[in-house]
């Protein structure tokens, strides 16, 4: 599949295992759920994107995210020092329907970029750099054995969201903060990546589990798991030992939303997903503009239990270092 929406205007929803080249996005004929057409501007500004980048290895953990929500858009920049316990953190938000910030809708050819108040986050293709006062990223990714998940699913009456996981992805760099610089290789270290676009909800919410990790036999690790986004007849849940995907259905997060350093349990009903996360440290925000809003709280720390893959292997996970998060949005 070249185009998520054809010359008739309909969406493809499902799961791809072929690469969507382009989200052609305008070619959607966006109308209210009573019918009113919007007009082709509402397009683009009803449109959001985003993109999330992480990492995580022994010693540091790193997220870094471009945000596209038009009337609110974002980006963020931060290292989870593992041993002190510290996160170095830069977030940076611009004005609506700034030049500043740009995701091009081609999931398959990895292009965005935020410059602004001392940020400037640039991934393009396998590159993934980013600079600050305090925090550097000089990263390339290996792409070439991965098995991205690729779902697009209807969200609310009208809407439609499309999104593409990718963990683990094998990697070489840098990272440097607060006056040192470490390297980021593979296998001690793995990244993520989570490419998402569509015509959301108006008001939704989402907890989210991922790993990128290596077992302690060598084989590479990831694991992408989600609810109240991404179910309507389709989810995005899946692990990936040594590169084979395990999909799995929906899933079940059980938490103290007064004490986000309490436990997690979370598990699935077909049995494959059975873990326990303990955070160590948080980023949050909780940011209020009248149009749109956004609350949330990504955990970072370390994922205990097992996973059952398609093949009937039970997965031990111990303390394998990941990331959950619950989040509340209006855009």
Not at 57 to 70: F, N, Q, S
Not at 277 to 297: C, L
Not at 309 to 329: K, L, M, N, R
């Amino acid at each position: 599949m070249q185009r998520l929406i054809n010359d008739a205007g309909r969406v493809a929803f499902g799961v791809f295992d072929s690469p969507v080249d382009e989200i052609n996005y305008k070619d959607y004929p966006l109308t209210s759920p009573m019918g009113f057409k919007w007009p082709g501007l509402f397009n683009g500004l009803k449109f959001n994107q985003f993109v999330f980048f992480g990492l995580t290895g022994p010693d540091v953990m790193v997220g870094l995210a471009v945000v596209d929500l038009k009337f609110l858009s974002n980006a963020f920049l931060y290292v989870y020092d593992r041993k002190q316990g510290l996160v170095v953190e830069v977030n940076k938000t611009i004005v609506p329907i700034s030049r500043k910030i740009f995701i091009t809708p081609t999931p398959e050819n990895l292009s965005c970029g935020f410059s602004f108040g001392g940020l400037d986050a640039s991934m393009q293709g396998n590159k993934i750099s980013a600079a600050s006062k305090n925090i550097e990223l000089d990263i390339t990714m290996d792409l070439q054995k991965t098995t991205p998940l690729r779902v697009c699913t209807r969200a609310g009456y009208k809407g439609w969201t499309f999104t593409r996981k990718t963990s683990p992805i094998r990697l070489t760099g840098t990272v440097a903060y607060n006056g040192q610089r470490i390297d980021v290789s593979s296998p001690a270290h793995m990244g993520l990546m989570d490419w998402t676009a569509g015509f959301m909800r108006r008001e939704t919410f989402w907890n989210w589990a991922a790993i990128a990790a290596t077992l302690p036999d060598g084989r590479p690790l990831g694991l992408n798991l989600s609810c109240g986004v991404n179910e309507t007849s389709f989810t995005e849940n899946a692990f990936w030992v040594d590169g084979r995907m395990t999909k799995v259905s929906t899933v079940l997060f059980e938490f103290d939303p007064e004490n986000f350093y309490a436990p997690w349990t979370i598990t699935s009903p077909d049995g494959k997903i059975n873990l326990i996360f303990k955070a160590g440290q948080h980023r949050a925000e909780n940011i209020n503009a009248g149009v749109v809003a956004t609350k949330f709280n990504q955990m970072m720390g370390v994922f205990n239990g097992t996973l059952t893959a398609e093949d009937g292997e039970v997965v031990a996970i111990t303390d394998c270092p990941g990331w959950t998060e619950d989040h509340y949005a209006k855009w």
